[in-house]
């Protein structure tokens, strides 16, 4: 199957700063990408849909200027967790399909503010 | 509002025994079903899809099935396993194109050897 991969697989940073998560598809061409988040013992909640070469599409509840997502090419997306807060912590992943067929995932990112 | 219900949300069970996970969705006419096996800290793992025109799909252990027309799908695995503890995630996708999966919440199954 299609690989996506996502990194860091871990990431500890300051209550204050901003982390950057990246999502590839290795293997093919994702003009569309996901971002989902998930709390302990919860299940993924999608963030947003991520467009290549346009504004991301945020879920209702999600704040776009806190969550910055870019798209810049076809096999890339990024998640930014700006001013991160250690209520930020959590389990962040990211999925893109080749047009509604069979959904990959990345390995997702496990962030902890401190 | 299109959801995705698992029950039971945990299930305990003895190494040997045949198992189901039940999963049921709102609004039928989905474009495909996916159950995904998540280890406690780690991503999601494949483990079947079924599409919306078909009624079951197996692999080694596991097979799924899926009846629409009632909104449901099970997950059975047999001769289970320690090995099989984990979460399993049953997630729709309603829309074929660019559209994202609507996930359940899970069945945390522990199996006892």
């Known amino acids: 199957g299609a690989v996506v991969s996502q990194h860091p697989s871990w990431v500890i940073c300051k209550s204050g700063t901003s982390v950057k998560i990246e999502c590839r598809s290795l293997d093919f061409q994702a003009t569309t990408m996901f971002w989902y988040r998930q709390f302990p013992k919860q299940s993924l909640m999608l963030m947003a849909t991520?467009?290549?070469?346009?504004?991301?599409?945020?879920e209702q509840g999600v704040e776009k200027d806190k969550f910055l997502i870019n798209h810049a090419s076809l096999t890339l997306s990024t998640l930014t967790v700006t001013s991160a807060h250690p209520e930020d912590s959590s389990f962040y992943i990211c999925?893109?399909?080749?047009?509604?067929?069979?959904?990959?995932f990345g390995q997702g990112t496990r962030l902890t503010v401190v | 509002k299109q959801e995705v219900t698992q029950i039971p949300a945990a299930l305990s069970v003895p190494e040997g025994e045949n198992l189901v996970l039940n999963c049921s969705f709102t609004?039928?006419?989905?474009?495909?079903l996916q159950w995904f096996r998540q280890d406690p800290g780690k991503g999601l793992t494949s483990l079947l899809l079924?599409?919306?025109?078909?009624r079951e799909q197996t692999s080694g252990r596991l097979n799924a099935s899926l009846d629409k027309s009632s909104g449901r799908s099970t997950l059975y695995i047999a001769a289970s396993q320690p090995g099989d503890s984990a979460t399993y995630l049953c997630?729709?996708?309603?829309?074929?194109?660019?559209?994202?999966?609507?996930f359940g919440k899970g069945t945390r199954l522990s199996v006892i050897a």
């Open positions: 999925s893109a399909s080749q047009g509604g067929a069979e959904a990959f």
């Open positions: 991520s467009n290549e070469g346009s504004k991301a599409t945020y």
């Open positions: 609004d039928s006419a989905i474009y495909n």
């Open positions: 079924i599409q919306s025109s078909q």
């Open positions: 997630a729709v996708l309603w829309n074929s194109g660019n559209t994202p999966l609507v």
